[in-house]
Antibody, heavy 122, light 111 residues
Framework: EVQLVESGGDLLQPGRSLRLSCTAS????????MSWVRQAPGKGLEWVGF??????????EYAASVKGRFTISRDDSRSIVYVQMNSLKTEDTAFYYC?????????????WGQGTLVTVSS | NFMLTQPHSVSESPGKTVTISCIRS????????VQWYQQRPGSAPTTVIY?????PSGVPDRFSGSIDISSRSASLTISGLKTEDEADYYC??????????FGGGTKVTVL
């Protein structure tokens, strides 16, 4: 059974940094690209970014709203994907979902984690 | 980049059929696959349709997806509505650079 478990959500002040983790199980992690999607409380889904599998270079793509501030990385030996979030803003307050992507050439999500809450407030 | 526009809400009675539209603002709807995600209150999203019309295992065949190139739209149809289908539904696609794009979501109410 595919499982994605996020951790690291917290309450912090604007300008601070935070790293979220997502531990995967139930599939061969290194074979799959992974992505992060967020949802502000009471709002819709927003794509944050994605990281390709190592055979596709492990390269990343980001939404314009987070580009230059967020960095997605992966540790295939531990089946973990991270998102490093710097210079956080109040508008980054959201539930952050880790997702598995079907293939490197198409941003298609098949599995979702349960989410972790990041609150940015002074 | 393009946008995906969905109706805010739809409602229907149990046993009936409801269809949710998702209109692409520019470019062909057939350029990249469309997915549909269900989010029940207080829960994470789940995938109900991928690659325009494919159902993941475990998703009932009451859920179906389609695209219409002429209207630049995708649709999610739920037949035989059940109270458990009450949820928010999001369409999603991506551009040539694999940037994800979500619709604003549609709230389905089962009366």
């Amino acid at each position: 059974e595919v499982q994605l478990v996020e951790s690291g959500g917290d309450l912090l002040q604007p300008g601070r940094s935070l790293r979220l983790s997502c531990t995967a199980s139930g599939f061969t992690f290194g074979d799959y690209p992974m992505s992060w999607v967020r949802q502000a409380p009471g709002k819709g889904l927003e794509w944050v970014g994605f990281i390709r599998s190592k055979p596709y270079g492990g390269t990343t793509e980001y939404a314009a709203s987070v580009k230059g501030r967020f960095t997605i990385s992966r540790d295939d030996s531990r089946s973990i994907v991270y998102v490093q979030m710097n210079s956080l803003k109040t508008e980054d307050t959201a539930f952050y979902y880790c997702t598995r992507v079907v293939r490197d050439t198409s941003m298609i999500i098949d599995y979702w984690g349960q989410g972790t809450l990041v609150t940015v407030s002074s | 980049n393009f946008m995906l526009t969905q109706p805010h809400s739809v409602s229907e009675s149990p046993g009936k059929t409801v269809t949710i539209s998702c209109i692409r603002s520019s470019g062909s709807i057939a350029s990249n696959y469309v997915q549909w995600y269900q989010q029940r209150p207080g829960s994470a999203p789940t995938t109900v349709i991928y690659e325009d019309n494919q159902r993941p295992s475990g998703v009932p065949d009451r859920f179906s997806g389609s695209i219409d190139i002429s209207s630049r739209s995708a649709s999610l149809t739920i037949s035989g509505l059940k109270t458990e289908d009450e949820a928010d539904y999001y369409c999603q696609s991506y551009d040539s650079g694999n940037q994800g794009v979500f619709g604003g979501g549609t709230k389905v109410t089962v009366l």
